[in-house]
């Protein structure tokens, strides 16, 4: 099994730029009234937020001596890590969102919760906290490579 690679977390970093390049054509999208076009540039933008969060979240994991998280449990391996001091923000919230949008945007009417909406303001509001999560793996990572 691998770990954490400096590429990799590069690689799995600039997904955010992505999806917020998917979250502002997603608005653009609904000021022109075009709602599919709306809803696949939202669903474009779930699916690398959710794969940098975990990948995120298992790096904090190695980080700390544990090995990566296996079952998407990510967000309970994050109030662990708050209530340890590894992380300063829980943002178990943020993982819990976006595990129910991934579903949603990879299944449609067949994920176990079709009920499920996003809007590009719950979106928004998911990229503030990945980015100050990738901000707190950064720090975890000067951290360590200071030892």
């Not at 691998?2 to 917020?20: C, I, P, Q, V």
């Not at 340890?84 to 176990?112: K, P």
Request: one cysteine or more.
């Amino acid at each position: 099994m691998g770990g954490y690679d400096k590429e990799d977390w590069e690689r799995m970093s600039s997904r955010l730029e992505t999806a917020e390049e998917n979250v502002a054509r997603a608005r653009e999208a609904a000021r022109l009234k075009q709602k599919s076009q709306r809803q696949e540039y939202l669903d474009q933008a779930v699916l690398p937020m959710w794969s940098f969060a975990e990948y995120a979240v298992n790096v904090l994991l190695e980080l700390s001596g544990r090995g990566p998280e296996q079952h998407h449990k990510h967000s309970m391996r994050l109030v662990e890590m708050k209530a340890q001091g590894i992380v300063i923000t829980d943002y178990s919230h943020t993982l819990e969102q976006l595990a129910r949008f991934r579903l949603r945007a990879t299944y449609g009417g067949y994920s176990s919760n079709p009920s499920v909406h996003y809007s590009t303001a719950n979106l928004t509001s998911c990229l503030k906290s990945l980015k100050a999560l990738r901000d707190e793996v950064n720090a975890a990572l000067d951290r360590h490579q200071k030892r």
